[in-house]
Structures are given as C-alpha cells and as structure tokens.
C-alpha cells in the first residue's frame, strides 16, 4: 500500500529501522503540532477553512487511529495539550546558544 503522501497510522518502532515509517503516532512529538497542521493544511482543496471543532475532531481521529487516545476520549483546548505523544522524549532540541550538557 502506498501513495503520493505520507501514512497517517502505524510505524511504531520502525524509527530505528532502516526503513523507519514516520507517521503521527511513531514520529511526531506534540499533539499541538498535529493540530496546527490539521488546521493549516486541510482539506487540501481549501485550508484553512475547517472550524476549531472540527480540527479537534480530526486530531482526534488521527490520534485515537494511532493508538494514542481512546475512541471517546474528548479533543479541546484544554485536553490536547496534556497528549503525550509516543515519541515526545526522543526529540532533542539542538540549539546554538544552549549550552551543552555535560
């Protein structure tokens, strides 16, 4: 199974894989993120134009088919922060005015 963009589910445990799959669920680190991107970029043919509660429904969706909140679980301002996402700890911020850590 393939196509023209990336896959949405699946890939846990993959990363460390010489074919990693990067998916919302085994890549992505913030459910916030997911959200922004839901928002800017769909529906494709018109971003932009989903309402607030509709972009929680999708990020919902895309995180309950990941394995990461149950199916009635409820998505909103307060809720989708408090998502730990399944690969949050494996991003190191590399900045050059941090200083390293010894």
């Not at 993959?14 to 922004?36: I, N």
Request: hydrophobic residues 35%; charged residues 15%.
């Amino acid at each position: 199974m393939g196509g023209p963009n990336d896959r949405l589910a699946g890939g846990q445990g993959t990363l460390a894989s010489k074919t990693p799959v990067r998916t919302v669920g085994s890549y992505w680190p913030y459910a916030t993120t997911v959200f922004d991107y839901v928002r800017r970029a769909m529906p494709f043919a018109q971003p932009l134009s989903l309402t607030d509660s509709e972009v929680y429904a999708v990020t919902a969706y895309l995180l309950n088919v990941n394995g990461i909140i149950g199916e009635q679980d409820v998505m909103n301002a307060e809720t989708l922060p408090r998502v730990k996402m399944p690969n949050r700890d494996s991003f190191i911020p590399v900045h050059p005015w941090m200083p390293k850590t010894p």
